[in-house]
């Protein structure tokens, strides 16, 4: 059974920062996508930044150039180093798995979801 748990989050001031890891465990295929959506209260959850098994990412527009996705090999294990926070970045984090290549952020497209880790960035 494939399981996702996640650890890192916290509540920091604006400009601060913050170091995302999530341990990826159960899954025995090669080819795969992952990715951290969050959440934030009274909004749809939204995609982060996704990387795949050979290394290509991709972010969203409003992480660009703060947020850096990572992994590790040979256990899929998955990072988010977050820079520059602001009070938007504020919610709840999720790391996720897509059984095969995605390289879409839409949450529809990801298969399985940890149980998310609390973000707070005071402003």
């Known amino acids: 059974q494939v399981q996702l748990v996640e650890s890192g989050g916290g509540s920091v001031q604006a400009g601060e920062s913050l170091r995302l890891s999530c341990v990826i465990s159960?899954?025995?295929?090669?080819?795969?996508?992952v990715g951290w959506f969050r959440q934030a209260a009274g909004k749809e959850r939204e995609g982060v930044s996704l990387?795949?098994?050979?290394?290509?990412?991709k972010y969203a527009d409003s992480v660009k150039g703060r947020f850096t996705i990572s992994k590790g090999n040979p256990e899929i294990s998955l990072y988010l180093q977050m820079d520059s926070l602001n009070a938007e970045d504020s919610g709840i984090y999720y790391c996720?798995?897509?059984?095969?290549?995605?390289?879409?952020?839409?949450?529809?497209?990801?298969?399985?979801w940890g149980q998310g880790t609390q973000v707070t960035v005071s402003s």
């Open positions: 996720a798995i897509a059984y095969g290549m995605v390289t879409t952020l839409d949450p529809s497209y990801w298969r399985k």
């Open positions: 159960g899954y025995k295929y090669t080819t795969y996508s």
């Open positions: 990387i795949d098994e050979i290394g290509r990412a």
